[in-house]
Each structure stands twice: as C-alpha cells, then as structure tokens.
C-alpha cells in the first residue's frame, strides 16, 4: 500500500492585507497575508501553537500527589512568498519550521536524598522550496523545483 499527499498553501491576498487568528481550547493560530507588490508578490505567514503542556503539567502532578510532571506540545510556523511575471511565469518562495516537544519529571519519593529525573524529547522538520512555474501553452506547464529539507531528533535525560 501507499498513498501521496498533495499539500498546497494560499497564495497570499494580492489586493489587501489580511489578518486571522483564533484561540481554541488546547491551540491557537494567526495567519497574516497580503500584497508586497500590488497585483504582481504576495505574503502569507502562518503560525500554530498547542498549550496542551500547560494544562497537562498541573494536572498530572496533582494525580501523581507532585512526583511527576508531564507535558507536550508542539508548533509550525508556514511562510510564502509568490512573485508574478508575466502569465507565463511565477516564482514561489515557501517554508515550513515545526519542532514537538515532550517532556516527563519525576521524583522518588522512597528515596530519602529526594532524586529527581528529567527526559524530555525534541523533534522538527524544517522544509522549504523555492519553485518556477512556466506555462509553454494551453494544455502544457513546467514546474521546476528546488528543495531543502531536514528533519530532528533529540533525546535529553538528567538525573539529579
């Protein structure tokens, strides 16, 4: 089995800038775009960010009667730029930065010198891509596409 993934972001507001943001229960998000150039480069920013952490850590140390402490949360910054030449050809400029954090504190309580012990897990990507889009005729395009991508992983322990 296998599948493909098309993701597309906005263009941009060619005409206006425009401004959109929400605030949910475990996550909020802001979205700004708009024309740099009128009618010819757009913008489009766009971020994300969980605070589930926030409500998880004095949750599970109560649960835990203060032996241990756990959190999690992650964030994604989006950013595009597109420029228009002519009908025929446009240039895109887009990135993508999200890093997740995880991360678990416990004390022991049956030890009398009170030792604690941290992990914690980091993890992102970071892609961008910088694309040529030439129309040659009604029916026919070339898109030409250079990419960077990079992908995280680390693991930090401390006993103490």
């Keep these: 089995l296998s599948s493909v993934i098309d993701i597309q972001m906005k263009e941009g507001n060619k005409k206006k800038l425009h401004v959109d943001a929400g605030i949910g229960l475990i996550s909020s998000h802001a979205t700004v775009e708009g024309p740099i150039i009128n009618e010819k480069t757009t913008f489009l920013i766009s971020a994300r960010r969980t605070y ?89 395009f070339v898109n030409t596409t250079a990419t960077f991508s990079q992908y995280k992983f680390s693991e930090i322990q401390s006993f103490f």
């Design 52 to 140: 589930f952490d926030l409500f998880m850590r004095p949750i599970s140390s109560i649960i835990t009667q203060g032996q241990s402490s756990v959190g999690y949360y992650f964030y994604d910054l989006n950013a595009k730029v597109n420029h228009t030449f002519s009908k025929k050809d446009r240039l895109y400029l887009s990135a993508y930065m999200g890093k997740d954090k995880f991360g678990l504190s416990t004390s022991d309580a049956f030890n009398t010198n009170s030792s604690k012990t941290s992990a914690y897990l980091h993890w992102g990507n970071i892609t961008t891509a910088l694309r040529w889009n030439h129309v040659l005729g009604p029916k026919m």
